[in-house]
């Protein structure tokens, strides 16, 4: 109730939520989905994996 | 090796302009969350109505840009994880754990309370709004404390022991990296050049609204306050930027040799007040490293180590691992020649330590782990081909020092002056002279507040983690192009955010101009 009466009466507030929610849209929607994979979580399986990519990329980089 | 630089440089201009654009936003959250508590308080102790509007008009500006600058920090986490991929694993358990306890404890408390801070008026007691003001004002610095706790870590990795088998630095010290004497520092400075900037902001208001020649009493008392709470930001500002400076001595003794362009240190060493750089000098030539300067006598020694008759080491020094001691020996340590030597025993031992793990060797597998933990402290120096590439960009560090320190001292100046007509002098609050004077302060203030963290970033080049990661080794396996083209898509978003802060925020000035600010609406 509290936070109800609070959103319902808000004047400027209600451009700020937009722009939260938007931002929010499209950088989670939009910009994490498509672009910003996690690169050693989505390319393998295991920690030990992971740990085995990194210390080859840092033997050989 | 050209696309590895291309990928390298267009990742950190990407961090960069992430970092930059959320600093725009944070400090003045910290800050003003602080001042708005500061105002409340006086309504609550004073039953003042005219200070619960003022209070009320600062704490929507604090309002606006806390919901323009919200979560613009977890595009860094995104680009941990992408483009820093071998960083983000490196020191996955202690990056980790800061950022953690900052969403869990930090945030949430803000995010609660911020609620009760815009909602709560006349629906919860004076006190327990007051309350839910202040705790928010202490979840925001608290939510800072816990990200620069793992910058300093970054900058002074302590607290940790590196384990082959997992290729993470893992955490055996939670106290030694929760109270890194880095972290401690950084975060006091963080926090009270926030303090700064809030009040240059709410300076600069107030003074367009004096000129506007409205709602003078709300303007004045903001500007006086804003002078105080300024001055105190700035003083404490100064002093934890001198513990800084002897922290950066301690611990990145090259970063502050780039701040001072120094590349061949004395016992008391002067401080380069006002210079000009040589941009042909290179570490180890004979030219002279600076074409114009006026310095101060011993004042790099006394900064650098609170003792005037002290060493400070220049470029050169470092590299050849020169320094004189206190009885005015000179003894050599830890040469950067050597230091590459041990970086690449490390990276060869941990080579022999994957092979031995490939063929099951275990007894080959501890010979090895023996050899990476015995040169593991300059693991990092292995990837350099050169004691010279070790050297961080010396112009941007020097220039963006003096630019940061030049408009600190413009600021002390600036509210002291205040301060003074404010009591002394009332008749200029009425001076055009003076508001635009407040009005020119908030771009200033701004620019210092990112050239700071321009010296602390740069100024540590190259390295992400302090001798153990240098950047090119931290980047991922990522294509230049798409780094390129989320750099652009950053670029204006975050523009898009600033452009819409600045005009509803001035939208709101504008409007709110026109009413008393001081008779609140109930």
């Not at chain 2, 306050?225 to 001595?249: C, I, K, P, Q, R």
Request: aromatic share 14%.
């Amino acid at each position: 109730m509290f936070y109800v009466e609070g959103f319902r009466n808000m004047t400027i507030g209600r451009s700020l939520w937009a722009i939260i929610l938007i931002k929010l849209f499209i950088m989670f929607a939009v910009i994490k989905l498509f672009f910003f994979p996690n690169k050693l979580s989505s390319d393998y399986d295991s920690d030990e994996q992971r740990a085995d990519a990194v210390r080859t990329e840092l033997i050989y980089k | 090796m050209n696309d590895l630089l291309g990928v390298v440089d267009w990742s950190r201009a990407q961090f960069a302009l992430t970092a930059m654009y959320h600093w725009l936003f944070v400090p003045l959250t910290i800050g003003l969350s602080v001042m708005v508590a500061i105002m409340e308080s006086i309504y609550v102790k004073t039953g003042d109505e005219k200070w619960k509007g003022i209070t009320k008009f600062w704490m929507t500006l604090f309002g606006i840009n806390f919901a323009c600058g919200v979560a613009t920090g977890i595009i860094l986490e995104f680009e941990f994880g992408t483009n820093w991929s071998n960083y983000s694993w490196f020191v996955g358990d202690i990056f980790g754990a800061p950022l953690a306890i900052e969403g869990i404890v930090a945030f949430f408390m803000e995010a609660t309370f911020v609620a009760v801070m815009f909602f709560g008026w006349n629906k919860v007691s004076r006190r327990f709004h007051l309350t839910a003001t202040w705790l928010t004002a202490i979840g925001v610095s608290l939510s800072a404390l816990w990200i620069l706790v793992a910058n300093a870590w970054m900058q002074n990795p302590v607290g940790m022991a590196f384990d082959p088998a997992q290729m993470r630095n893992v955490m055996d010290n939670f106290t030694e990296v929760a109270f890194n004497s880095v972290a401690m520092n950084k975060f006091f400075h963080a926090v009270f050049s926030g303090w700064v900037l809030a009040a240059v902001f709410v300076i600069g208001v107030s003074s367009w609204l004096l000129w506007r020649k409205s709602n003078i009493d709300a303007a004045r008392k903001s500007l006086k306050l804003g002078s105080w709470f300024g001055l105190v930001g700035m003083v404490m500002t100064l002093w934890t930027g001198d513990g800084s400076a002897v922290e950066v001595a301690r611990v990145q003794p090259m970063k502050l040799a780039a701040m001072e362009g120094l590349y061949d240190g004395e016992v008391g060493q002067s401080l380069v007040g006002v210079g000009v750089l040589n941009p042909d000098k290179k570490p180890g030539d004979d030219k002279d490293a600076m074409l114009f300067e006026i310095s101060i006598p011993y004042g790099l020694s006394i900064l650098a180590n609170h003792d005037a008759n002290s060493f400070v080491p220049g470029i050169n020094d470092i590299i050849a691992g020169r320094t004189v001691t206190a009885d005015g020996d000179t003894v050599y340590s830890d040469s950067y020649a050597e230091r590459i030597a041990a970086g690449k025993a490390a990276r060869e031992a941990l080579k022999r330590y994957s092979e031995a793990k490939a063929a099951g060797n275990e007894e080959a597998m501890a010979a090895a782990q023996a050899d990476v933990m015995a040169n593991f402290k300059y693991f990092g120096y292995g990837y350099l081909d050169s004691a010279e590439e070790a050297v961080p960009p010396v112009g941007l560090t020097f220039y963006s020092f003096r630019v940061m320190v030049m408009a600190g001292g413009y600021l002390l100046l600036l509210f002291i002056l205040l301060l003074f007509v404010s009591y002394r002098k009332t008749a200029f609050l009425e001076k055009s002279w003076l508001h635009w004077l407040g009005i020119i302060s908030i771009p200033v203030v701004w620019i210092c507040s990112q050239a700071g963290w321009i010296v602390a970033e740069v100024g540590r080049q190259p390295w992400v983690i302090q001798d153990l990661m240098p950047t090119r080794a931290a980047i991922s396996d990522v294509t230049t192009g798409s780094v390129q083209l989320t750099f652009w898509i950053f670029a204006v978003l975050f523009t898009t955010m600033l452009a819409a802060e600045i005009s509803i925020m001035l939208r709101y000035i504008s409007r709110t101009s026109k009413k008393n600010i001081e008779q609140p609406e109930k």
